[in-house]
């Protein structure tokens, strides 16, 4: 497939390069503040498996070796070593079971009407935002 130069340089790459091989997709949300709603829209990385896995495998890693450090300190690992083990276990799991991050978004502050930028990361809704131009407090969730 043949790119024309200046429709390449337009290209998101940051979007394309990372995470590798996930994709995204484009869902509406609802914005309520004070009894108003407006609406928005998200761009929702779905993370493949493959990414999942290294992510987990690198959280398990980093608990390993503070599990490990424990060991070391004296007396205090009798308490420090079995909370280690199980915040590895915790973060490891909790690690694996996210699927889906928020990367963008824009929506329309109920508030002043002017579009801003939404909160990126965590997709569980219903998310506290606030409006990026008039600071005010907002509720993002799915219609
Ligand atoms: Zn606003």
Same mark, same amino acid.
């Given at each position: 497939?043949?790119?024309?130069? &200046?429709?390449? *340089? ?9 995470? &590798? ?11 309520? &503040?004070?009894?108003?709603?407006? *609406? ?7 993370? *493949? ?20 450090? #424990? ?17 590895? !276990? ?7 079971? !996210? ?17 801003? #930028?939404?909160?990126?990361? *965590? ?9 990026? #131009?008039?600071?005010? &407090? ?6």
């Amino acid at each position: 497939m043949l790119c024309h130069p &200046a429709k390449q *340089s337009e290209i998101d790459y940051r979007e394309i390069m990372t995470p &590798a091989d996930s994709s995204l997709e484009i869902e509406q949300i609802t914005v309520t &503040a004070g009894g108003v709603t407006k *609406s928005g829209e998200i761009k929702v990385r779905i993370l *493949s498996l493959p990414y999942r896995l290294f992510k987990t495998f690198g959280v398990a890693l980093i608990w390993v070796f503070i599990t490990i450090v #424990n060991v070391l300190t004296p007396l205090l690992h009798f308490v420090t070593v079995p909370l280690s083990i199980l915040a590895t !276990v915790y973060f490891t799991i909790k690690t694996f079971k !996210v699927r889906k991050k928020i990367s963008s978004g824009s929506a329309i502050c109920p508030h002043c009407t002017q579009t801003f #930028n939404t909160m990126t990361g *965590s997709y569980k809704f219903p998310i506290k935002d606030t409006c990026t #131009n008039c600071n005010k &407090a907002l509720v993002l969730n799915r219609p």
